[in-house]
Structure formats: C-alpha cells, structure tokens
C-alpha cells in the first residue's frame, strides 16, 4: 500500500507543465504502441518496426506469422505447416516475454503464457507495430522483450464489398469477404474467411498430411456522437481444426478442435482540450480440445480467460509535454480438465512522462509502473529513454534503459498432473533489465537511409521446470535460471527509383545461459532479410530473401542447420476494381526446420483474384 500512495505522489509531482517549444515538430508517420498515445514516429524513445497494409498487400500471403518470418529482429518457431503452433521469438527473449496485441487488447493463452499465431489471418490488417526492448512500464507482464500490435482496419467513405479467392499447392484454397464503409460519424467493417489446406506432415520424418481449416469472422465498428467522444467496438472469433503429430512421428488420429473469441470497447473522451481519458474493457478466450482415441495423454480440454479494464489519462499540458496516467485491473483464468481450474488478478497503476526540448529536437520519455498480483505480490518497473535528432546532419541518436517482469503462469502456479508433477505457488517474478543505443542516418532525403542498434539485456528469476527432488521424474518450476542477450541490429533502405525500392536488415544476436554457459534454444546467430519491390501501374512484384542461421535445439538433439528462403509475388489490375495475384514460397525448395523433429513446406505456389466495388 505505501508504493501505491508513493506511486500517486510522483504522479501529482510530475503533472507540474513544462516550457512549451518554440515550434512544433514535423509530424510524420504515426504509432501508437511505443508510449500508448498517438505519436510521430520520430520521437519515439523505442525501436519500432511498422509493417503496413500495403506491404502486406504486395506479400499476397496468407498469416501473419508469415509476415513476421521476414523480419530479422524476430524468429518464427512452427511446429509443422499451415495452422500448426507458431510462437515468436524478439531479440532472444523467451516467447513468453513478448506481449501479442491485438488493437490494443493483449492476447495470450493463460495457462502457457504464449500466443498461438497461427490461426490470425492478415485480411483485415492495417498495420502491425513492432516495439522492441522492455515495456512493461506501460503494458506489465510479459513486455521483456517487446511488444507486437495488430491493428486492424476501420470502414470509411461510401460502402464497399471485396472477394477474393486463392488455391494452390498441398490442397490450398481459401475465399473471403468484407463489407465496409462510413458515414455521419459512423464507420463499420466486417470480414469473413474460409481456409482449409491438406497441408503436409507436421512430423519431419512422417508420411500422412495433417490438414488445416479456419473459419473466421471480424468486425469493427466506430461512432462519434459528439466532436469530444468517440466509441470503438471491435471483435473477431475463429474456430479451426488441425490435425498433430506428436514425438516427431505420424498419429494418425491426433486433432486440435480450437474456438478463439475477443471482444474489446473503447471509449474516448475530452472532459477539456487537454484531457482525454480513454477506458477500455475487453475479454479473450480459447476454448482447445485435443483428441487422440490411440493414446492416453493426447487428450484435454483447456479453456482459458482474460478479462481486462484499463483506464488511461492523458495530460497534453503543452505542445512539449504530456502525461500519461493510468489504472489497470486484470483477471486471468484457466481451466485444464481433470488437472486444474483456477483464476488469478492483477491490478496496476502506471505513468509516463513524455517532454520535447531544445526546439523539438530533444525528446525525452520516463516512465513508472506498479503491479500488485494476486500470487507473488508487489512488482515496480521503469523506464527512460531519448531520442535527440540532428536535423542539419539528417541523423537520429535514440538510447534507452528500462526494467521488465514476467508473472508466472497459471500451468507453472497450479498444474498438477496424475503422475505427481506439480506447479509452485512460491514462484517469484522473472525479472529483466535492458539498454540500448542506436542510431539512424538519411543518406538522401526521402530516398535513402541506413539504421544501427546495440542492445543487452539481462534476465534473472527465469522460471524452469526441474525435477523435483532429482532422480524422481517428478517436475516442478522453479526460479534458477539467469540469462544474457546482446547483439545489434542494422538496415538500409534505398529508394533506387520512383517505382523500386530495396530494404535490407541484418540481426546478430549472443545468447548465453549462465547456468550452462550454453547458447539459448532457438536464437539463431544471425538473420538476414533482404527484399526488393517494383510498385508500378497496373503491375505490382515483390521478393524477399530471408537467411537465418544456425540454432541450438537442445541438448540432446544438437543444431539445427541454417537455411535461406526465397519468396516471390506479385499482382496485376485490371480497370473496375479486379486484380489477379500470385506467390512461391521457398522458391529454392530448402529443406530446414525452424522446430526440431518439425516439418516445413518445399516449393508451393498459389494464385487468386480480387473483386473491390
């Protein structure tokens, strides 16, 4: 409780105004993830990745774990082909430590702490906000590594409908539908889609094909009654079935049934100019069945929850500072048939503080959150950071520290199987501290640049399931792990004319375990992406190179060897709004494994047509 009442004091201390700047900065591209307010991309203290809807476009893909496949700070670990099991890795961190989200609402099953990408479609996407480094100062639990935003697109102007159909390699097809539109203060869009593939053996030495099929549904729906109030509701339900294999061999029978509801509510008001408060409630839930009638244990029911309510204030004192105020109570649930079914909350309180200076040039962010959990008790983190720009240099120095933690699961507090393997409720929080330093470079002004990043980070607490007492093959998690990641990222982007463009980035990542002394599972050394596109009329073509290193699997199994992809696609207009499109995956038919014992698709090819009115 006196954290909390010292919690509130800095509050009050830091709402005093700062000196307004002579001039207001350029505003260029707009985020929203990196402090929780809408901001320049520019000034942001973090490093942020933005993919947009039209880069997503030009992929003609299908996912969005495979849109992430070709970023290098991140690494995709599937478990086989189309709909199997994807989680992400950024910058090292477990993938427990990146928080998923989606417009805002964090999504991620209870009981493992990860979020499942492979059943999110890319069709309603408008962009996708990659905050990389500790947030947890603004978003808690799980914000180690970074921050991944989904943010879907709202309907405007006149209404319009799109179709589209797609079918290809292994049995692939999959036709989808939005309607959409805006008016008087109203806007509205709703999408459905359909997939289904035949797909291929999720087990790397296996012969029978495990299927795939998706049936989603998403909507958003926007209203302005007054100029100071606006209300957003938004939602997406899918239900897939997916066939598994399970020991790295053929079960012929193995298959995951999954329902997959949010719903979220928005609303945004302006009691004064200065002060927008903005309230947010939202639920998540999965509901997962696994079926094999030939085993005993691949078999469970798993029904997860979250149930969220955040409201933030934010404080535009000038047009050089503004802060950010906000209360958070969250209620995570899960039930495992027969094993567990318990619930634990959270409640926060959180601030930041954001000041621009020195004519704009200087930007600086600090940040301080307090969690009190259910289990553990009482977590504070925080954060700083600068950006400053060199203007006449056309150049861009951002630095930043800040501190993360991670809540132990509901598996790891209360899983409790027939066997005698039990959670920990004595768990404490795994914890983590970062810095980095990076700077950004225009060679030609709106034509070229070049970016470098260094960054470590440091992990203490992390939790592992041990055998306990040893020799009883019994298992139990326990705080005993420490770890280490450090590395640096860079890139370059050329505009070469006004129709081609290149991008490339190279990550290098040093992980250590400092138990073992070992590499961490699962980072790769290096990563590399380079891609090409020629935007034109009525021609669009796009390629992406993607080479990723050697990782350690494990102990036991040793590394997985490097591998390089080679993706193409490209799309043609016709007049009245139809446009033809197509795609190779893994033109080089690379044989590799991002999962040890996994399978992943060769050679495959895919076409479609788009009808817009």
């Known amino acids: 409780m006196k954290r909390i009442i010292i919690l509130i004091l800095i509050m009050l201390f830091t709402a005093a105004p700062l000196m307004a700047a002579d001039e207001a900065v350029r505003v260029g591209e707009v985020v929203v993830t990196a402090a929780k307010i809408e901001e320049a991309i520019e000034e942001t203290t973090s490093d942020v990745i933005v993919i947009k809807s039209e880069d997503i476009k030009k992929m003609n893909t299908q996912f969005v774990s495979d849109v992430l496949k070709g970023i290098s700070e991140l690494n995709i670990v599937q478990n086989g082909g189309a709909g199997k099991q994807a989680a992400v890795i950024l910058r090292g961190g477990n993938t427990e430590h990146t928080i998923v989200m989606i417009d805002g609402v964090k999504v991620k099953s209870t009981t493992t702490g990860t979020f499942d990408f492979s059943g999110l479609n890319v069709d309603d996407i408008e ?64 999408t459905a889609t359909y997939f289904n593939s035949d797909g291929i053996s999720s087990a790397k030495k296996g012969t029978e094909n495990d299927g795939y099929e998706n049936a989603s549904i998403s909507g958003k729906l926007g209203f302005k009654p007054t100029d100071k109030t606006d209300i957003e509701l938004s939602g997406r339900y899918y239900y897939d079935r997916s066939e598994l294999d399970a020991f790295g061999s053929d079960d012929l029978n193995y298959v995951q049934h999954g329902n997959h509801h949010m719903l979220s509510g928005k609303g945004k008001l302006y009691l004064f100019d200065i002060w927008e408060q903005v309230l947010s409630l939202s639920t998540v839930e999965d509901s997962l069945k696994y079926r094999d009638p030939d085993t005993s244990w691949n078999n469970a029911d798993i029904i997860t929850e979250m149930n969220t309510v955040d409201w933030q204030n934010n404080l535009y004192i000038s047009e050089a500072y503004t802060l950010t105020l906000g209360a958070e109570f969250r209620e995570e649930s899960g039930e495992n048939k027969g094993v567990f079914d318990e619930s634990v909350n959270n409640k926060a309180l959180y601030l930041n503080n954001k000041a621009k200076l020195l004519n704009d040039d200087l930007v600086l962010n600090a940040g301080l959150r307090m969690d009190d959990h259910e289990t553990f008790g009482e977590e504070t983190t925080w954060r700083v950071g600068a950006v400053y720009n060199v203007k006449p240099a056309s150049l861009t120095i951002k630095t930043s520290y800040g501190t993360g933690f991670r809540a ?115 980072r790769p050394e290096d990563k590399v992406s380079i891609s090409a596109e020629y935007s ?37 207009k016709f007049k009245k709004g139809i446009s033809l499109f197509a795609r190779v995956e893994n033109l080089l038919d690379e044989d590799y494994e991002t999962a040890g014992g996994y399978n992943t698709p060769g050679l495959s090819a895919y076409a479609g047509v788009k009808f817009e009115m």
């Open 127 to 190: 962009r996708i906000e990659i905050v990389k480094g500790p947030q947890s100062t603004i978003y808690g639990s799980e914000a180690m590594a970074g921050v991944v935003n989904i943010i879907t697109k709202k309907g405007k102007g006149a209404p319009k409908i799109a179709a589209s159909f797609e079918a290809g390699s292994y049995g692939t097809y999959k036709p989808s539908a939005t309607v959409s539109g805006g008016f008087k203060g109203l806007d509205y869009r709703l």
């Open 408 to 522: 132990p699961t509901l598996n790891e507090l209360f899983y409790n199987d027939p066997w005698g393997s039990s959670g920990n409720l004595n768990l404490r929080p795994e914890k983590s501290s970062s810095w980095e330093i990076g700077i950004e470079k225009e060679i030609v002004k709106d034509r070229a640049s070049l970016s470098l990043t260094y960054f470590d980070q440091k992990y203490d607490d992390l939790i592992d399931w041990v055998e306990a007492p040893p020799g009883s093959w019994l298992y139990s998690p326990q705080n005993i792990s420490k770890a280490e990641v450090k590395g640096f990222e860079a890139g370059a982007s050329a505009k070469v004319t006004d129709d081609v463009t290149v991008r490339s980035s190279y990550t290098y990542l040093d992980t250590e375990d400092k138990e073992t002394g070992e590499r961490l599972r699962r």
């Open 536 to 572: 034109g009329e009525p021609v669009t073509l796009f390629a992406k190179y993607i080479f990723v290193g050697k990782v350690l699997e494990s102990a036991s199994v040793g590394d997985l060897g490097s591998y390089s992809l080679v993706n193409l696609s490209g799309t043609y």
